[in-house]
């Protein structure tokens, strides 16, 4: 299998900084997924405009989906204020129990994750989106004063989905 490139800078911060409705295969080029997979994709969550538009909520979910952070802020370099402050990794050192560290990184790789159209591309990637699953309606009331939570929490709804 040939190994997926990161789309360009260009690309990226285009999509941030434009948060429309995107064609198709613009979105297949930022997450270098083939267009008719991801038209298909697009149809069954029900994320195409009547234009044929992919929804920039759906796009920027799918690019979060497609590319660990890191690579994300590596790409955007400087212009990576484009993404939220929140969405901006920060160390963690843990010490866990060797045999949840293992259980964990099995499940990684062996987890079938139906509500994501592209898999983790690494352990720190499924961790996040266990984590992110993990949090609970009553969490996300106590943080609705934090503008970096709600930003983050947020961002792959905030585009301008109304063309």
Known sequence: MARRLPPPHAIVTRFLRERHPRPV???AELVQWPAAQLTRAA???EALTREGLVRWDTAASWML????LATILTILGD???LLPAGL???PLPLELPAYLVLALRTQSRIERMPHRVIPP?????YLTDLLHR???????DALR???VFVHAWNFAGEGDDDA
């Open 134 to 140: 993990a949090i609970e309606p009553e969490t996300v």
């Open 43 to 45: 149809e069954e969550a």
């Open 88 to 90: 901006h990794p920060v």
């Open 25 to 27: 295969d613009e979105v």
């Open 121 to 125: 591309a690494d352990f720190t990637e």
């Open 79 to 81: 212009d990576a204020g």
């Open 65 to 68: 989906e497609a590319w660990p």
């Open 145 to 147: 004063d934090d503008t």
